[in-house]
């Protein structure tokens, strides 16, 4: 740096966080800071809106290295060794390094990676019938088509915790026939034999900080029960390959993967194993996507894949945009694999040292979510471990607590999804057969679900009334009064009714609350919302029901806002219900369904 530019630097003193803090104190006027800027997420986890060479920062040791040689992974379902081969292929010339092969029948390992080049390729399986003949046919196949052993990457999951977790049982024998999967993988170091997948829990509503917890758990156990076959512990972490899911709180969701290597090498010291390297990869989650304005998955799977890539994973899987609704297309799934591609080589995550390493904000967070961890860890290890937990439904329990939280904020819109509570797309007509039907949870297993399904059973409904009235009910937004406020109000009622999948038209201006309330009851709307100030509601909100509803007796009526003062007057009156920003989506509409559904009855 030139003389010139210190001398300029050094005409800024330094600012000192107390002096921010009292800076942003005065701003607040008297506000909460707690309340206003500190992130208090589910995790339990307060994250501050500032950090400097002040804070005290706890520095995790083994949070991972950023991937040069990132695996892009691509999920291949097999319905046949030639069906495999060739999508496989296709993926491998589309720019795919990693192949993730879904295999429920038996098929020919030479039929189906032929053509593959395993010295390059990385290919994984996840088996669910005849795995160990499979693996068996398999380890012959590699050991004559690599040039050598430890060329051969990648992962066998058979399964063992995601499908107990899922169905509630365990397969007989699984633990002898992995053990006998990991002695045929001998020699192949670079092939990772045993998987625990966590990609359940967070995908059934679990947080981040369960997420690393259970699955540590999950190890703890395979390592106990692999123990009573002679597989000793150095074998198992040399052996081992870990899968979480993906998802939307970016810099939590990078500081988990950040934790989780950290946490894994502090398990292995107390197995007395220090000297190993196993294989974390990273799949977008099912939690996070929607039905409803599907292409908005595009943009989550996107960020997710980010903050996975630097949270130190080795592999990433994204599924295609419309998996959750359809046979993924050509179109999708070459989509779902250019995420990675693009950002690896494109914006270079896969080619730099890791930009995020030694930032106060995010090793913080990983020290926050690995205490929290190790600390429920701890507590399911002390009461009996994974197994036990589960089978007496304290993980069940808990993540399920932790889901309704996450459900309610949704409703609430606090907890933001575009397209479905936020920012719907009008334009979108979807097929009843696509959305949610219901269905009674079983408390025994986890379910991985998306996050949007109550939203999505709201849709069904609409789409229900359209099929019954024919036609698609319409909501008008009545504006009268002080114009910044009603162009404000419309605006909000557009965004939170058409949750409903209705039509909602735009903004209809009325020169006084007397014409408003009569154009709007002799309109041919199902549902009016009232879109006016405070002070406008306080002089003519109740003159307004009244006229509507001596007009119309049978239509919605909802106001935006929360006239709290004269509400009772209003309901009274024959005002059905207001939104504003408290209200209860999911609530909120039910209501306004149930009262359309009564008049088309009638």
Not at 450 to 464: G, M, Q, W, Y
Request: proline share 2%.
């Amino acid at each position: 740096m030139s003389t010139k530019n210190n001398t300029l630097f050094s005409e800024f003193s330094p600012v000192t966080k107390e002096a921010w803090l009292e800076k942003v104190n005065i701003d607040l006027k008297g506000g909460d800071f707690n309340k206003r800027l500190v992130w208090k997420n589910l995790n339990g986890i307060d994250i501050q809106p500032l950090y400097n060479t002040e804070d005290t920062i706890d520095y995790l040791k083994n949070t991972g290295e950023n991937a040069q040689a990132l695996v892009n992974y691509r999920s291949v379902v097999v319905t046949s060794a030639e069906n495999g081969n060739a999508l496989a292929q296709k993926a491998v010339v589309e720019g795919i390094n990693g192949l993730v092969f879904q295999i429920k029948s038996k098929v020919s390992a030479s039929a189906l990676l032929k053509d593959i080049d395993l010295n390059t390729i990385t290919v994984s399986f996840v088996l669910s019938e005849n795995a160990l003949d499979f693996v068996t046919d398999f380890f012959s196949y590699a050991e004559k088509n690599v040039s050598n052993k430890s060329n051969l990457k990648g992962y066998l999951d058979l399964g063992v915790i995601s499908n107990y977790v899922t169905t509630g049982s365990l397969e007989v024998n699984m633990f002898e026939t992995l053990a006998k999967v990991i002695s045929l993988g001998t020699g192949f170091l670079n092939f990772k034999t045993v998987t625990i997948s966590g990609t359940t829990f967070l995908d059934s509503g679990a947080n981040q900080v369960q997420e690393v917890a259970y699955t540590l758990n999950a190890l703890v156990y395979v390592i106990e029960e692999l123990g009573a076959q002679d597989i000793s512990a150095e074998t198992v972490f040399n052996s081992l390959h870990i899968q979480l899911a993906i998802g939307s709180e970016y810099f939590v969701e990078m500081s988990k993967y950040r934790a989780l290597n950290s946490l894994v090498h502090k398990v292995a010291e107390t197995y007395g194993v220090s000297n190993f390297k196993f294989a974390l990869t990273a799949k977008t989650s099912i939690w996070t996507k929607s039905v409803t304005d599907a292409h908005a998955n595009m943009l989550r799977s996107t960020t997710e894949a980010m903050s996975a890539i630097l949270g130190n994973v080795d592999g990433i899987l994204v599924d295609a945009y419309d998996k959750e609704f359809n046979n993924p297309s050509d179109f999708s799934s070459r989509i779902s694999g250019n995420i990675t591609t693009i950002l690896r080589e494109e914006s270079y995550f896969g080619k730099v040292a890791n930009p995020v390493d030694g930032s106060y904000y995010v090793e913080e967070v990983s020290s926050k979510v690995a205490t929290k961890a190790l600390e429920l860890f701890k507590a399911i290890e002390a009461d009996g471990g994974f197994f036990t937990a589960f089978e007496n439904e304290t993980i069940q329990q808990q993540i399920a607590e932790i889901r309704q939280k996450k459900i309610k904020l949704i409703s609430q819109r606090r907890l933001p999804m575009v397209g479905v509570n936020k920012y719907p797309n009008l334009m979108e007509k979807l097929d009843p057969k696509v959305l949610f039907t219901g269905g009674e949870p079983n408390s025994k297993v986890l379910t991985p679900r998306r996050a949007s399904l109550e939203i999505e059973a709201l849709r069904k409904v609409s789409e229900d009334i359209v099929a019954e009235a024919g036609k698609r009910p319409v909501v008008e937004l009545a504006s009268f009064g002080n114009l910044t406020m009603r162009k404000a109000r419309a605006a909000f009622a557009y965004d939170f009714i058409g949750v409903s999948g209705f039509e909602v038209l735009q903004e209809k201006s009325y020169e006084s609350a007397e014409q408003a309330a009569e154009a709007s009851a002799k309109s041919d709307s199902n549902v009016v919302v009232i879109c006016s100030s405070d002070p406008d509601y306080d002089e003519h909100a109740l003159a307004y029901v009244k006229t509507f509803r001596a007009l119309n007796s049978e239509k919605v009526l909802l106001l935006a806002g929360n006239p709290v003062s004269i509400l009772d007057d209003l309901i009274k009156a024959g005002l059905d219900d207001c939104i504003h920003m408290k209200s209860d989506v999911i609530h909120t509409i039910s209501g306004v369904q149930s009262k359309i559904q009564k008049h088309i009855k009638k």
